[in-house]
């Protein structure tokens, strides 16, 4: 008998709950159910600047609303938290401060300016030049002591290779003259990434690591630090990226990524649980449609394939159309019908909207199409700005989709103020912004008032419309969006 399993999923509340972490809470929840384990879920709030509290309600809120459950969690509590990063500060100084005096790791006085310095006369590339890496710790403590401000980074070999295992790759080795003096305390105190994920995972007992693939490359980095420490390795499982279908990692621009969207559009959570478990994994039958229980007495990590699961929304809705015809009554379906679109607050939303333009009861369904569909059929001839060219207009909207992205007030009266902003910003009138987002967002040049509207459908349904409306004007090539992020900083600040 080896140690009882237990594994977590680690999001990072910086944005919109995302199809990636569902894909990865789903299949640690159920390699933990099927191994008899425990399931944590840990809240990697470090960036203090791009983390949010709201952003870390929708995560738990949308990974509950999938029929996802955990053992252990900032939520609930449990025997190793706290489960959120940012309430664990000492914990992580108290290690750096053990890596210090073992001499693994040392502190970094650089200014900004010298890394500046070093970039520009070496490249981006190079990293950084270990200036600091010999000064002796008699000084180090009498600089740090004086309130100098720095850094803290772990030292890397300069030469020589790592190894590690990976479940899936097997072994993978990484030269460590590419591995850069990984920075692990920040000058504001908090931990990077890279060490805080390391000593909680010791910690709160994690026996196998299961995450993305993009995190592969860090793993050297991460071994290293369990060995200084003097720690046994958990089992390093990554999971295949999520890719649209032309193969690219899967992106906002090609599909929408975030859960909200998909519950807004419609579609079931058990069937959207049940296709994120076809990414890369299969049950022993073959059968497409199965449960999460289902997906607990079945997963194998060993079988999940490589292959670059393509999340492909026609099929998902192929999946979520069987659940509604084969699992539901319709009885039951009525209720779903009601608790989705005819529930009380919704509505009660609506009708004030409408009723100014209503004639007779029946006008309803046509004014209110728009806020029960998932797409809205659209033309380009009528996506229009009075002086611009079409390429000009979807410019304009992808700097709107930007805005609107870090925009966490999605009320009217916030998106009033936006709109009037963005306009302003860009010279055009506030008629100008708001025609071609009349009809990007209902299919019509007339509807309900905007910004009410708006506020109804929720910041996923109205980018995923925005962003439809500019493929239709002719997208934006890799080029343009180069120059359009520039600008786009110039006028709002940097986004993510
Ligand atoms: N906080 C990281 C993320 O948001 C977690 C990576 C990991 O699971 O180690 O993806």
Not at 118 to 143: F, N, W
Not at 386 to 393: A, D, I, N, R, T
């Amino acid at each position: 008998m080896g140690r009882q399993v237990r594994v977590r999923v680690a999001p990072s509340p910086t944005g919109d709950p995302h199809l990636g972490t569902a894909y990865q809470a789903l299949f640690n929840c159920a390699f933990a159910r099927r191994r008899g384990g425990k399931f944590i879920l840990r809240i990697e709030d470090t960036d203090r600047v791009r983390s949010s509290e709201e952003s870390e309600v929708a995560i738990l809120e949308s990974l509950r609303w999938l029929g996802l459950s955990w053992d252990e969690g900032p939520d609930i509590g449990g025997p190793h938290g706290p489960y959120r990063q940012s309430e664990r500060t000492e914990i992580y100084r108290q290690h750096v401060d053990r890596l210090l005096e073992t001499g693994h790791a040392y502190r970094c006085f650089c200014t900004r300016e010298r890394l500046e310095e070093i970039r520009t006369r070496q490249g981006a590339d190079t990293g950084y030049d270990r200036h600091c890496r010999s000064i002796s710790s008699k000084e180090s403590d009498r600089r740090a002591a004086a309130g100098e401000p720095f850094v803290v980074r772990m030292k890397i070999p300069p030469e020589g290779q790592s190894l590690f295992q990976d479940l899936l790759r097997g072994e993978i080795c990484k030269e460590w003259s590419l591995v850069d003096d990984q920075i692990i305390l920040k000058s504001d105190g908090f931990p990077t990434y890279h060490l805080a994920v390391v000593v909680d995972d010791h910690l709160m007992g994690v026996t196998h690591v299961i995450r993305g693939e993009e995190w592969i490359n860090s793993v050297p980095k991460h071994v290293k630090l369990y060995e200084y420490f003097g720690w046994e390795l958990p089992v390093f499982c990554h999971l295949p990226l999520l890719r649209n279908r032309d193969k690219s990692k899967l992106s906002k621009r090609k599909n929408p990524t975030s859960i909200n969207y998909y519950r807004q559009a419609g579609y079931l959570p058990e069937a959207l649980l049940n296709y994120l478990g076809l990414m890369g994994w299969a049950m022993p039958t073959g059968e497409e449609k199965f449960t999460l229980e289902q997906m607990c007495q079945n997963l194998e990590l060993e079988k999940i394939s490589l292959g670059g699961p393509v999340f492909d929304v026609a099929k998902l809705r192929w999946l979520n159309g069987r659940y509604i015809r084969e699992d539901y009554a319709p009885e039951a379906l009525q209720e779903k019908l009601e608790e989705w679109a005819l529930n009380q607050e919704r509505i009660g939303k609506i009708v004030p909207l409408v009723q100014p333009r209503l004639e007779t009861l029946a006008d309803w369904g046509g004014l209110t199409t728009a806020f029960f569909a998932d797409e809205v059929s659209l033309a380009a001839e009528d996506l229009k700005m009075k002086g611009k060219k079409p390429e000009e207009l979807a410019a304009i909207l992808q700097m709107l989709v930007w805005r609107l992205e870090q925009q966490r007030d999605f009320t009217a009266p916030a998106l009033d103020a936006l709109f009037r902003e963005m306009s302003q910003k860009f010279g055009i009138t506030l008629r100008d912004l708001t025609g071609p987002c009349f009809v990007a967002l209902s299919g019509k040049p007339v509807w309900t008032p905007l910004f009410d509207s708006m506020e109804i459908l929720g910041s996923d349904m109205v980018r995923m419309r925005l962003q439809r409306a500019i493929e239709v004007l002719g997208g934006i090539s890799g080029k343009k969006r180069k120059e359009l992020d520039k600008q786009y900083t110039a006028l709002f600040g940097y986004r993510d």
